[in-house]
């Protein structure tokens, strides 16, 4: 059974920092590519980062830019997200994903559609 697991949300205070988490099982996940969506309450779900599967570049929403970091360590079969300077409206639901199809980075980050596994969200709160 291929499985994300998300970890590391939690309450924060604007301009704070966050380490979100994502542990794959079932897969490797090497070979695949990866985002990070969130979805405020209200809002439709959007895309954060996502990396590809083959050059491994990151492409980064405007929102976050500067801010946030995607990574990866292949040998824990897990994915980050490093938050820094986090603001109020970066409160959401975070979810990690992955899909094993070649797109560009562009399409991985504007359509959630294209990702098979997804872990079940880890809520991000911030405010004063």
């Known amino acids: 059974q291929l499985q994300l697991v998300e970890s590391g949300g939690g309450l924060v205070q604007p301009g704070g920092s966050l380490r979100l988490s994502c542990v794959a099982s079932?897969?490797?996940?090497?070979?695949?590519?990866i985002g990070w969506f969130r979805q405020a309450p209200g809002k439709a779900r959007e895309g954060v980062a996502s990396?590809?599967?083959?050059?491994?570049?990151?492409f980064y929403a405007d929102a976050v830019k500067g801010r946030f970091t995607l990574s990866r360590d292949n040998a824990e079969n897990t994915m980050f997200l490093q938050m820094n300077n986090l603001e109020p409206e970066d409160t959401a639901i975070y979810y990690c994903?992955?899909?094993?199809?070649?797109?560009?980075?562009?399409?991985?980050?504007?359509?959630?559609?294209?990702?098979?596994?997804w872990g079940q969200g880890t809520q991000v709160t911030v405010s004063s």
């Open positions: 994903a992955a899909t094993k199809d070649y797109y560009s980075n562009y399409r991985y980050l504007h359509e959630d559609g294209l990702f098979q596994v």
């Open positions: 990396m590809g599967n083959v050059e491994g570049s990151t």
């Open positions: 079932g897969f490797s996940l090497d070979l695949y590519a």
